[in-house]
């Protein structure tokens, strides 16, 4: 799709990757995402945003029972954990990732997800 877009004269890209994002990664979901993110760089766009989000909080119409369960442990432990463990509200991420395909900085740029979680008094 990426691809696509740039052939059409896109010039800028913004992509919802993931916490931990590496195309040498042991785990599967987060090499893959790497290897997305890799590929992307040579695309060609004049503004690349990657959003790295740990995990993203929000209801989900199925149910995922590990999801499920890590949310509520991090939910709990929340003030206890750095800022770029935290879970990260879905329409922080929807707004980020408007944005920047919106303003199209030149560049890439790598958002954690730390960088969404303002930090506390």
Same mark, same amino acid.
């Given at each position: 799709?990426?691809?696509? &877009?740039?052939?059409?004269? $896109?010039?800028?890209?913004?992509?919802?990757?993931?916490?931990? $994002?590496?195309? *040498?990664?042991?785990?599967?979901?987060?090499?893959?995402?790497? +290897?997305?993110? @890799? $590929?992307? *760089?040579?695309?060609?766009?004049?503004?690349?945003?990657?959003? *790295?989000? &740990? %995990?993203?909080?929000? @209801?989900?119409?199925?149910? *995922?029972?590990? +999801?499920?369960?890590?949310?509520?442990?991090?939910? %709990?432990? +929340?003030?206890?954990?750095?800022?770029?463990?935290?879970?990260?509200?879905?329409?922080?991420?929807?707004?980020?990732?408007? +944005?920047?395909?919106?303003?199209?900085?030149?560049?890439?740029?790598?958002?954690?997800?730390?960088?969404?979680?303002?930090?506390? $008094?």
């Amino acid at each position: 799709m990426a691809q696509l &877009a740039r052939q059409h004269g $896109a010039r800028s890209f913004a992509l919802d990757s993931a916490t931990g $994002a590496d195309p *040498r990664s042991p785990f599967f979901y987060n090499r893959v995402k790497g +290897e997305v993110e @890799e $590929a992307l *760089r040579g695309v060609g766009f004049q503004s690349l945003t990657i959003v *790295r989000p &740990a %995990l993203i909080g929000g @209801e989900r119409e199925e149910f *995922r029972p590990v +999801e499920f369960v890590a949310m509520r442990i991090l939910r %709990l432990a +929340e003030p206890l954990l750095p800022r770029r463990y935290r879970i990260v509200p879905y329409e922080q991420i929807a707004r980020t990732l408007l +944005e920047a395909a919106i303003t199209a900085s030149p560049g890439r740029h790598i958002i954690g997800s730390g960088a969404f979680i303002k930090a506390t $008094a």
